[in-house]
């Protein structure tokens, strides 16, 4: 059989996925970056004197642990964009989602110290509340909520999926579609009355597990886990677009009609990864709420969704590496340009939204492969 065929075959003649592990590089660069995450940013924070240059403040650990989860949401959107071509612009929902399960949590660990200094938050104290709603009952449990981060985000993502593929909706209009619901999600959570928090959504958070969060030592922890949560969901994409399960996501994206017509059914593939992808981006949001403090239904906007979408298409989609730099580009570029010169940064996205789509649409990882894939000339 030749070498560079995509399935290998057992003793039994059936086929099996072809292994689906990195390269001894791959292994080596992801060892170095989980050292990174473990060791060099916590030293550098944590035991660097604050006046010593090597020293890594506050704000950049923030930022990076912030940028971390947007790239899990990225290498999300790959999963289904590049490797099966769908097109999502409403993943902000299933961010939100798993930020708003962990913010019942932390407004549960406040306690009675708030500002009304009720075991109620705040936010039901104000408009009146005499109890907690039905849904807000296992938000006093860490392993309900690490459960419901999960659950939450792929329920609503399979039972849209299921229903939107079952109907063979795909191409521009599932992606209108998926807007539609993120916007109507976003309506809901603004209502006071739907106990959420309406549009402050929830903050003033201060403890998770007992332990304050505003101390350098949960601030790394929450930056090490971000950080660990990314490799591993890096390592998990891997396993699954190399796998047999991963070619037949690819033939949905290249050829589905051909791939029917082979006896596949598309549907399973493509709920799998829908859900999947959803779950991601739930545990992002998970991540994100404690270290920015903060989650509100600005969070499902449509200008975030589409954001999810750009970052995967800078940093190239249907390479898994990409859209993790595209994430860690775009936010980087985001974060300096918001303070520099905050009118310029809208056009600057779209700019390069556009020139990427002209001229690298590959992306970055495009063009990285052909620089370093250069042969030189004798």
Same mark, same amino acid.
């Given at each position: 059989m030749n070498n560079n065929s995509t399935l290998e075959y057992n003793t039994r003649g059936a086929p099996q996925a072809a292994a689906a592990w990195l390269t001894p590089r791959g292994w080596t660069a992801f060892i170095v970056a989980a050292l990174v995450v473990c060791a060099l940013v916590p030293v550098l924070n944590l035991l660097v004197p604050a006046d010593n240059v090597l020293h890594l403040g506050d704000y950049g650990v923030a930022l990076t642990a912030k940028i971390m989860c947007y790239a899990i949401c990225a290498l999300a959107m790959d999963l289904i964009w590049g490797f099966a071509g769908i097109l999502s612009l409403g993943h902000g929902l299933f961010f939100a989602l798993g930020g708003y399960v962990m913010g019942m949590y932390l407004m549960r660990q406040i306690g009675t110290d708030g500002q009304y200094q009720s075991a109620l938050p705040d936010f039901m104290v104000f408009l009146d509340w005499k109890a907690l709603p039905w849904f807000w009952r296992l938000s006093?449990?860490?392993?309900?909520?690490?459960?419901?981060?999960?659950?939450?985000? %792929?329920?609503?993502?399979?039972?849209? %999926?299921?229903?939107?593929?079952?109907?063979r909706i795909k191409g521009v209009y599932f992606s209108i579609i998926t807007q539609a619901l993120t916007y109507a999600a976003m309506l809901l959570f603004f209502r006071n009355e739907t106990g959420f928090g309406g549009n402050n959504g929830f903050t003033d958070f201060k403890r998770i597990l007992g332990v304050a969060i505003a101390t350098p030592a949960m601030r790394m922890t929450l930056f090490v886990l971000t950080g660990l949560t990314l490799l591993g969901f890096y390592l998990l994409a891997v396993w699954v677009t190399r796998s047999k399960f991963g070619r037949v996501l690819q033939a949905v994206r290249d050829a589905e009609s051909r791939l029917m017509f082979c006896g596949y059914s598309p549907l399973p593939y493509k709920l799998a990864i829908w859900t999947l992808s959803a779950v991601m981006c739930g545990v992002a949001g998970a991540l994100y709420v404690p270290q920015v403090g903060i989650i509100n239904p600005s969070e499902m906007s449509a200008a975030n969704s589409i954001e999810i979408a750009v970052w995967a298409a800078v940093g190239g989609r249907g390479s898994l590496i990409g859209p993790i730099a595209g994430a860690f580009a775009v936010n980087g570029a985001k974060s300096w340009l918001t303070v520099s010169a905050p009118e310029v940064w809208l056009y600057f996205l779209g700019a390069l939204f556009i020139a990427v789509t002209l001229f690298l649409p590959q992306g970055l990882a495009g063009l990285f492969q052909k620089i370093f894939s250069r042969k030189p000339q004798a």
């Open positions: 006093d449990s860490f392993a309900a909520t690490l459960a419901l981060v999960v659950l939450v985000p %792929g329920a609503v993502a399979w039972v849209f %999926g299921y229903f939107a593929f079952r109907s």
